[in-house]
């Protein structure tokens, strides 16, 4: 495909999310092509693309229009790279992993809503995800808007979480899972950091709600005032009317917007099936809050 004509666009869902077709990006993008793909991803938080197969060069290539990367976390299996592998099969062997490894227990942490690296004193732009091999059922990506969860809060909520600035790290989300899991090594890699609770897109100033498995605790809150309002902006943040699943299929990319969605990994058979996705992460271009 030749990138001469428009874009086309198709929303997913009421809210958020939509299809781009009329566009190949496996190949280089000049900046009149990527200028539309750019401004869809500002406005509609998710973008899915189908029929691009990628491999990681091209991945790189394609995601470096959004801007530098995010080198991999240290305790990743692609350590040394820009990739997140997320997949039940051994980096070296191809191999399904057992489903009692570590490495399968950790990724556990990806079924909580989160966005990622907000662990991060610079909270990344957006990920993009590929799909190189899907299960032929399950393991399903979920999104959620956090500007339909902002918008849907009473005004005396927005109020008090407004000017509010909450504790992220590496280590809350993985104890969700199983206290004690993370390495001494990522948690001196990875200390907390501060993080505004509302977000604001700076082109559209669109407002969107900040929190997600990462986020611990509500900075000067005790610890029980602050967990009931996590908890109660994690319900009301996350009605199913705020979500849609993407189903995948090989030669998918999707782009999502971690300063406006949440997002979390659903459940497939790991024994059965193989899986393998590899995302890469823009960086954000500035903290939300002075650390
Ligand atoms: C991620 C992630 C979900 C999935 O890549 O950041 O959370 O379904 N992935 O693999
Ligand atoms: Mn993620």
Redesign the pocket.
């Known amino acids: 495909m030749r990138n001469t004509g428009p874009i086309a666009i198709r929303r997913l869902h009421p809210l958020f999310g939509a299809e781009v077709t009329g566009i190949d990006i496996t190949r280089p993008l000049s900046a009149r092509e990527f200028g539309p793909l750019r401004a869809a991803f500002e406005e509609h938080s998710v973008l899915v693309l189908r029929d691009q197969p990628m491999d990681d060069e091209k991945q790189i290539a394609f995601s470096e229009n959004f801007g530098p990367l995010e080198p991999t976390l240290s305790a990743n299996p692609a350590v040394g790279t820009v990739f997140?592998r997320?997949s039940n099969l051994d980096i070296n062997t191809g191999e399904t992993i057992p489903s009692d490894d570590m490495r399968m227990i950790y990724q556990k942490a990806?079924y909580f809503w989160?966005s990622?690296s907000s662990f991060k004193p610079v909270p990344s732009l957006c990920?993009i995800?590929t799909a190189r091999l899907c299960p032929p059922e399950g393991?399903d990506?979920e999104f959620c808007s956090m500007r339909a969860a902002w918008n849907a809060l009473p005004a005396a909520l927005q109020a008090t979480v407004e000017p509010l600035v909450a504790e992220h790290a590496l280590v809350y989300s993985r104890n969700r899972v199983q206290p004690g899991i993370l390495s001494a090594k990522a948690l001196s890699d990875y200390p907390p950091v501060r993080q505004r609770m509302v977000r604001d897109n700076p082109l559209n100033g669109r407002r969107a709600l900040y929190i997600g498995a990462h986020c611990g605790h509500i900075v000067g809150w005790p610890r029980g005032t602050s967990d009931a309002l996590l908890e109660e902006l994690t319900l009301r943040g996350t009605r199913p009317e705020f979500t849609f699943a993407h189903k995948w299929r090989e030669g998918d990319v999707v782009i999502w917007d971690n300063r406006a969605v949440l997002?979390?990994?659903?459940a497939y058979d790991t024994v059965k099936h193989k899986r393998l996705?590899q995302?890469t992460t823009v960086a954000g271009d500035a903290p939300t809050v002075p650390q």
């Open positions: 997140a997320q990806n989160h990622d990920s995800l393991g990506t997002h979390r990994a659903t996705m995302r």
